[in-house]
């Protein structure tokens, strides 16, 4: 924080786990453990790990590695809009989808 | 029982100072699913105009407490959920409450040491629900916990930390004060740093299993310090509260 040179928008990353309820809203599961491929470097994370910023009228993850953007999503009246082009993939466990 | 996502109520049954700046709320929740040590809820106000806020606390209390949960809230001058929890709930009151929340910044005893916990102020809130809970399942996994406060005042949960370091049961706390030290203080009197860390963490190894939670920049020093010092990242989970003071 009274680092010189250092980017004051680094003080306002969170982690993954902190739009754990948002994304629980979208995919109806709790997703802080789900690994997800960064499609940009193919480093593969879990949600939680990641980095979010979620100062901003949405909430954007970034890979930890690379720093891409993997996901954003906006609420928007009643919706959420989601924007996955930077996950490759995201792993479900069989169990949290059958059976629903 | 409510899943996690869903919104319920929880009355608000007890209220204690933890500090000038900070405060514990227990919340009876008796469709409560249970939770996990280092877990959060997520709180939502709701204006009569409709205008709703939502805010993460992380959960404090033990999961072994059954129907009630506890959080521990730091009030932010200029937020918009601290202060009416600070200066408006009294007991009896009504919270929407939805969770538990997170399964990524999570120990339980099952899962091994031994255990290094890293907090910044009200980070300690999480690794406090873990430490509870390692007391009460009669753990004797060696755990060590670095706690960085400002000024002597502001270690939340201090007398209870004392207390069970002194179980003899394989805990220790570390304090650093890194503004103001009272007359005879024997802790830590500056930020956390490699030196620090490398003291604290000796003892328990470079395979300790480790959790560091508080303000992004004390998280971002302590966890790459960690990668400096040999500790896998594997071993070390994180969670970040953004910016000092908001």
């Known amino acids: 924080m009274d680092e010189p ?20 809203g979208v995919f109806g599961e709790e997703v802080t453990t789900m690994p997800g491929q960064c499609a940009h470097c193919g480093t593969v994370n879990m949600i939680g790990g990641m980095h979010a910023y979620i100062r901003g009228p949405g909430i954007v993850l970034r890979c930890p590695v690379c720093h891409g953007v993997v996901i954003r999503a906006v609420e928007r009246g009643d919706a959420t809009y989601v924007d996955a082009q930077g996950m490759r993939y995201l792993r479900f466990r069989q169990s949290t989808v059958i059976g629903r | 029982m409510p899943r996690p996502i869903e919104w319920q109520l929880g009355t608000v049954t007890g209220i204690q100072t933890e500090t000038p700046t900070v405060r514990s709320f227990t919340l009876g929740l008796p469709e409560w699913s249970g939770h996990r040590a280092g ?67 999570v120990w339980e005893t099952g899962l091994g040491g031994p255990l290094f916990l890293v907090a910044g102020g009200s980070g300690v809130v999480p690794l406090m629900a873990m430490l509870r809970h390692r007391a009460r399942a009669g753990s004797t996994i060696p755990t060590r916990l670095l706690f960085s406060s ?9 007398d209870e930390l004392d207390r069970l370091a002194g179980h003899g049961d394989g805990l220790e706390v570390a304090y650093t004060l890194t503004r103001q030290q009272p007359p005879g203080w024997t802790g830590y009197s500056r930020r956390i740093d490699d030196r620090m860390l490398d003291e604290v963490l000796e003892p328990l190894g470079s395979g300790a299993r480790t959790y560091i939670c508080g303000p992004t920049a004390l998280v971002e020093t302590a966890a790459n310090a960690l990668l400096r010092l040999g500790l896998p990242a594997d071993r070390i989970r994180t969670e970040r509260f953004g910016p000092t003071g908001t």
């Open chain 1, 5 to 24: 040179g250092r980017d004051p928008a680094a003080d306002l990353m969170v982690d993954g786990n902190a739009v754990a309820g948002t994304l629980m």
């Open chain 2, 150 to 158: 400002r000024g002597p005042d502001e270690i939340i949960y201090r």
């Open chain 2, 39 to 105: 877990q959060h809820v997520d709180i939502r106000l709701t204006a009569e105009d409709g205008y709703s806020v939502e805010r993460s606390y992380s959960i404090a209390s033990e999961p072994e407490l059954a129907g009630q949960l506890e959080i521990t809230v730091e009030r932010i001058p200029n937020g918009e959920v601290s202060p009416f929890l600070h200066d408006v709930v009294v007991e009896g009151d009504r919270l929407e409450v939805r969770g538990p929340i997170g399964g990524y910044f």
